[in-house]
């Protein structure tokens, strides 16, 4: 991606169901400021905006149809911030977000003709957590092996100071283990 100043335009509603997935992620309390960000990246030539969040430990992407504007790049939202911005706001809003530069964001929220500005808060994206590379290769699960992963899922931990037994341990390529 380019260092530029670039401009994403969503709408209002998805946002909001997108950052209620992307919050499961980012902790509450981040050990670092960056793990509390929503990175938003956009290229002219796609469709769509891809919001991405992480902990270190699980990386999740989401893309979203949007508008970008001219020029390609990617820029940090604390998802606090971000948050406070848009809980006002109805599910037909468009909201605009422009990087202003390495430590700020402007919001600006459409409805009806009239726009609301809101300053936010941006961190370096150089310091944003790379996607992690996956060197597994793929394979496809039949509908058993889908029932097997759900029921296995039913058995794992919920406490979250246990991450180890907090997910399926995937054996053989086809042998579910979940546990608590």
Known sequence: LMKSDPSVTLPLGRLKLALTGLGKVIPRKASLPILGCIRLSCDPLKNF????????DI???????????????AFLVPLIELRDA??????????????????????????SGTSISVPLPSLPLDEFPEEPTITKRPFELNPTDRDAFLEAMACVS???????????????????????
Do not use: M, W, Y
Not at 59 to 73: F, I, N, R, V, Y
Not at 96 to 107: E, H, I
Not at 159 to 176: L, M, N, S, Y
């Open 49 to 56: 905006v891809t919001l991405t969040a992480t902990d270190l």
């Open 86 to 111: 848009i809980k006002n706001g109805s599910g037909d809003d468009l909201v605009t977000f422009r990087a202003d530069s390495n430590s700020s964001v402007t919001l600006i929220r459409e409805r």
């Open 158 to 180: 919920a406490d979250p100071t246990r991450q180890e037994i907090r997910g399926v341990k995937i054996e053989g390529g086809h042998t579910f283990v979940g546990t608590d």
């Open 59 to 73: 990386h999740l992407e989401l893309d979203l149809p949007g508008e970008c504007g001219a020029k390609s790049g």
